[in-house]
């Protein structure tokens, strides 16, 4: 059998070491490459070759080498494992649902793209998610769900989501489905009664927005009367993070980045970490994602930037926490089937109206919406665009080495061709992958 190298290797040198690593992109794989084999590996990586004729020493680097998927037969077309990846279903099989009970807020944060409109989600339409559930466990032979409780703040609906809960809970036993449960909330309603009905209702992941330093996060994220929220959202972490992960979304532009270092700096202060295996900072860029928070144009940090500063802050957090692992923290490649739910068939958001929208960001554009989850919303326009999209006829795409782990990127921003964000996925793995798997090499080895 000829074998070949395979198109999505990338070589990783650190520095003036005499080692380097290669780094394949379609299976995931990371491999040490000593200075006394490089040539060997250069050599079969970059050029066809029948694995019988060879010496026994360079026999067994090239098997090493086929494993990891470095070198493949000849006859493998790797752009088919993509497709087979991108057009096949979730493993399990998986229903994502998004549930917006309530655009309502009682922050006013400066930067929110949504109009806070005191709408909240009616009996009827949270009757209707439970006959949707159903119907997708029996045509999509559903093995698992994944509910994102999302809004406005939706614990200001907890008594909703609480009793929608209990229905989801005995729909999933009764089919014997597993289940589980994500919140996005400001953190400030987070005290010990939620934190006990959340535990109650499957719910393990919440991810909180602190904008790091008081004096920052209080004229970013104020109540609706002006007062400061910093102090209620770090007693809700402490709350929350001895029961469930918390993704601590720290807001950032280009004023407020150092901030977000020096309460890094300064995090053992709060004491936010003494569970520290539960909470997770990261930086998330403030920017104009919808046309309703075009105001944040000027203070954004430009996308070209952005990733320099993540991974300095992830090193920084490596740093900080060496008994977490790496991979928990650095943004690891990870092999995708989708870049997100909102392009698949297999995932769906309901607006508290009952309006169904692929992307979460769009929740506060009805004009977006795919139809109503009580209509066979699956055909409407809107929601096919999205789960019809077909990456592969992308021409630059499908010649990119970054494929496997970017899958076109962000569709919202694809949809939006003009937009600020636009080429921003490109611009990701162009600019991030090398330096993220040299960083994760420095931690681990
Ligand atoms: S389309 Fe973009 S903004 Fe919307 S969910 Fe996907 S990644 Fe997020
Ligand atoms: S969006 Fe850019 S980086 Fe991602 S697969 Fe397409 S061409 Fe490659």
């Known amino acids: 059998m000829t074998y070949t190298s395979s198109n999505y290797n990338f070589w990783i040198r650190l520095g003036e070491s005499d080692t380097s690593y290669l780094f394949n992109s379609l ?5 040490r490459i000593p200075k006394k084999i490089k040539n060997i590996v250069e050599e079969l990586t970059s050029n066809c070759f029948e694995l019988n004729d060879m010496p026994v020493h360079i026999k067994n680097i090239a098997e090493l080498l086929i494993n990891g998927g470095f070198i493949i037969p000849e006859i493998i077309n790797e752009l088919d494992i993509i497709k087979k990846r991108f057009f096949s279903p979730p493993i399990p099989k998986t229903f994502y649902l998004t549930i917006v009970p309530t655009l309502n807020c009682n922050l006013r944060c400066r930067y929110c793209y949504q109009k806070h409109l005191d709408i909240s989600m009616s009996q009827e339409v ?3 998610i439970i006959k949707e559930i159903e119907r997708r466990i029996k045509s999509q032979n559903i093995e698992e769900l994944k509910v994102e409780w999302y809004g406005g703040e939706p614990l200001l609906k907890l008594g909703l989501i609480k009793h929608l809960s209990r229905n989801i809970m005995n729909l999933v036993k009764k089919y014997n489905i597993s289940y589980e449960a994500s919140l996005v909330s400001n953190g400030t309603l987070l005290n010990s009664k939620t934190v006990k009905i959340l535990s109650k209702i499957c719910i393990k992941k919440i991810q909180i927005t602190l904008d790091g330093l008081p004096e920052i996060h209080n004229l970013n994220r104020p109540y609706m009367d002006g007062s400061p929220s910093f102090e209620d959202v770090i007693r809700g972490i402490k709350k929350a993070s001895k029961k469930f992960i918390i993704h601590l979304r720290i807001n950032v532009d280009r004023y ?5 270092f020096e309460f890094l700096d300064n ?3 709060y004491e936010i970490f003494k569970i ?6 990261y930086i998330a860029m403030i920017g104009p994602l919808t046309p309703n928070c075009l105001n944040t144009c000027k203070r954004a940090i430009d996308p070209k930037d952005w990733y320099f500063y993540v991974l300095k802050f992830q090193q920084e957090l490596c740093k900080k926490f060496s008994d977490i692992n790496p991979k928990e923290i650095l943004e690891y490649p990870k092999i995708l089937h989708k870049p997100c739910g909102a392009i698949s068939e297999w995932s769906v958001c309901v607006h508290p109206s009952g309006k169904v929208f692929n992307c979460g960001l769009e929740v506060d554009n009805l004009q977006l919406s795919g139809g109503f989850i009580w209509e066979p919303y699956w055909e409407h326009p809107i929601y096919k665009k999205w789960t019809k999209y077909n990456i592969f006829e992308n021409k630059k795409c499908v010649i990119c080495r970054y494929l496997p782990i970017c899958m076109g ?12 964000f636009k080429n921003n996925a490109c611009k990701h793995w162009y600019n991030y992958l090398e330096p993220t798997i040299e960083e994760f090499i420095k931690i681990v080895e």
């Open 27 to 31: 299976q995931g794989g990371l491999l």
């Open 126 to 128: 949270c009757k209707t």
């Open 256 to 260: 407020s980045l150092k901030k977000a």
């Open 267 to 269: 995090i053992e202060k």
């Open 276 to 281: 520290k295996k539960n909470v997770r900072p």
């Open 409 to 420: 990127g962000c569709l919202k921003h694809t949809f939006n061709k003009e937009g600020f």
